[in-house]
């Protein structure tokens, strides 16, 4: 009874990921950087505040564009991009950081911790970046002392190609009389993507529930 | 034979409301939970045989008779697939709970496998008190569950554009010995049919993929390889949430 369950569980999720499903667009990658003029520190000037939500409620997520406008930094690595997002007073928090597919890119995301003067608290562990369906995240709790979340391109990696296949279902009405019948049908896809020093990042705060 | 489709209905309403909210994840605080050192990994909870599941087919259409059509049809295909594994060494819950080892002492603790008997699919109901195994100083548990989709090879349709691919659905859950305490909750699929949110997805590995069934169990070996690589990467992807 489970596994015909789980055919099921199978078939239905895969319906509804491809029901709510809506074309991103299709940004050419930024592989470098050189030309421009970088600073070695990330400008607080720039900080983009994060709402937070509380445990339970939808999350109120910003979404930050990092072009080939977006400001740069000097590092060791190289020249990357970034943005920086303030956090919320309080916490602590359960942060999400997500890099979002756009067709052909990726941005590949380094993730940094500032405190309240800008100066690194702590560095978020590259393998810590995990896909979550079509984007690449990052799930962690804030720390006291920890103000502001500095996301920048991941140098090392800008050039990189990633091929990714996914399978799903499409359900299709076929009239029949006074009523339908559905019809359902596989497919899969290969997505190529290159990873980018630009990109699309979405940030969100979630706080605990008080007294939990 | 009605009950039993009663039955598979009901289940698969359950677990439809299941993905349609997914719980939501718990991250796990390495700073705030830095006298965790020994995890005791819970036996796992897996079916003993991979199942092997057809996501789209001609016979959903056609409600009740298609279902039962459908059910028989999956349960030949489990059963064949189950026999030609059979002819190979391998065995999944040995491979997954050494994977889940490797990937949690590659974290940088110390691993201890620690027995549990699971009446029921899904995570434990109650952990052992700490006292119990007391020689291992064990800090947390690691109960992982292969429920649901539990683990195999899905092919989302029919034909050779969709082939077969293993595949793994298990949910994890670090839970603090002392006082029960979940650091850790999430879930971990390794070949998803769609993009499912909250949970962390891995892409399937291209060198795994049969055209069909007959290939698939034509091939038991590299069959048996292609479990072997979904369930590591699975248990990694569990040892770098709890990293």
Partial sequence: MKRAAAHCAVLLAGLSAASCASKPPDIAPILDIAARDCP??????????????????????????????????????????????????????????ASLTLGRSLFAPRADMLDDQGAEVRQLPPSSFMFRGTDMTVLFRSHAGERYLL?????????????RVSGSVQQTALPVGYGAIYIYTGSETATDTTWSLNGEVRVSAVADKPGS | ??????????????????????????????????????????????????????????????GLVGALVDAGMKENRDTDFEKALKGTAFNSATRYLAALHAAIAARGYAAVDIPAFRPKAGFLKDYPPAAQYAQFKVDAYLDVALV????????????????????????????????????????????????????????????YAFTDFDTLVGDPDKAAKGLDVSLTASADAIGALVQ
């Fill in chain 1, 40 to 97: 070695k520190a990330a400008s607080l000037a720039v900080a983009m505040p994060v709402a937070a939500t509380q445990a339970g409620d939808s999350t109120k997520p910003i979404t930050a564009m990092i072009d080939e406008k977006a400001p740069c930094l000097a590092g060791d690595d190289g020249k990357a991009l970034y943005a920086l997002f303030r956090l919320p007073d309080g916490g602590p928090f359960t942060v999400s950081l």
């Fill in chain 1, 151 to 163: 996301v920048r391109s991941d140098v090392k990696s800008a050039g990189k190609p990633l091929s």
């Fill in chain 2, 148 to 207: 649901g989709y539990e683990y195999g090879y899905i092919a989302a349709g029919i034909g050779s554009s969709t082939p077969y691919r293993p595949f793994a659905y298990a949910r994890c859950r670090l839970v603090r010995a002392s006082d029960g305490a979940v650091l850790m909750d999430d879930t971990v699929v390794y070949n998803p049919i769609g993009t499912p949110a909250k949970m962390v997805t891995i892409a399937p590995d291209p060198a």
């Fill in chain 2, 1 to 62: 034979m009605q009950k039993r489709i009663v039955l598979r209905l009901l289940a698969c309403l359950m677990l439809a409301g299941m993905s349609a909210c997914a719980s939501d994840e718990i991250p796990f605080d390495h700073s705030a939970n830095s006298g965790i050192k020994t995890i005791g990994i819970l036996t796992p909870a897996m079916p003993d045989t991979p199942q092997i599941v057809l996501a789209s087919d001609v016979g959903q259409s056609f």
